[in-house]
């Protein structure tokens, strides 16, 4: 069974502070591996990875994806109270194009 | 680009009745849509697949009589709760791939459905 595993499951931290969250995965049929950011809605679309070690950048949001490990990391540094949200990642499988396994996402919560 | 609507946003029904969403691409060709549910503080729970022109592909435990799917078009899937119970209330999300592009997913902004 595929499987997406996210820690922490929640975090609190303060303005100023950089947070990593980390996503571990275990699937038959690997493809991509995504970061997305759910607000009060949808999820939005952060980052896709498919090659370990290249970072992927976004202003104060980063990325990183080890294969051998089966492993992500989000790092977002100088953390915002718009920083606040769920954290998802999900795993894009081989077997069909956009078909993803999600993890249970991580809370962040940025106090002012 | 790449915006998914959803519609209702919201709906409340009483138990017994069907609820249809409605979940388009308005500006790319999707083949492939995804229906998901959500539960309070919980992931994505991925439902089903939706192929254009084809039946669509259930995840196991999901009752297929129960939650209907067609996707007669390229840019529109419909997902119909028929016999809604209480604990069908939820919030579905819908998302779409473009046809040919990479894995990235853009969702809907959810229907919470509330069965009275």
């Known amino acids: 069974e595929d499987k997406v595993v996210q820690s922490p499951l929640s975090l609190v931290v303060h303005e100023g502070d950089t947070v990593t969250l980390n996503c571990s995965y275990e699937?038959?049929?690997?493809?991509?591996l995504l970061w997305y950011k759910q607000e009060k809605k949808a999820p939005t679309f952060l980052f896709m990875l498919?090659?370990?070690?290249i970072e992927k950048k976004s202003g104060r949001l980063s990325s990183i994806l080890d294969k051998k490990e089966l492993f992500s990391i989000l790092n977002i540094t100088a953390t915002q109270t718009g920083d606040s949200a769920i954290y998802l990642c999900a795993v894009g499988l081989g077997t069909n194009a956009g078909k993803s396994t999600f993890g249970d996402g991580t809370t962040l919560t940025v106090k002012p | 680009g790449a915006v998914v609507s959803q519609h209702p946003s919201w709906v409340i029904c009483k138990s017994g009745t069907s609820v249809k969403i409605e979940c388009r691409s308005l500006d790319f060709q999707a083949t492939t849509m995804f229906w998901y549910r959500q539960f309070p503080k919980q992931s994505l729970m991925l439902m089903a697949t939706s192929n254009e022109g084809s039946k669509a592909t259930y995840e196991q435990g999901v009752e297929k009589d129960k939650f209907l799917i067609n996707h007669a078009s390229l840019t529109l899937s419909t997902l119909t709760v028929t016999s809604a119970h209480p604990e069908d209330s939820s919030f579905y999300i819908c998302?779409?791939?473009?046809?040919?592009?990479?894995?990235?997913?853009?969702f809907g902004p959810g229907t919470r459905l509330t069965v009275l």
């Open positions: 998302s779409a791939s473009i046809a040919g592009g990479p894995d990235t997913q853009y």
């Open positions: 498919t090659s370990s070690g």
């Open positions: 699937v038959t049929n690997f493809r991509s």
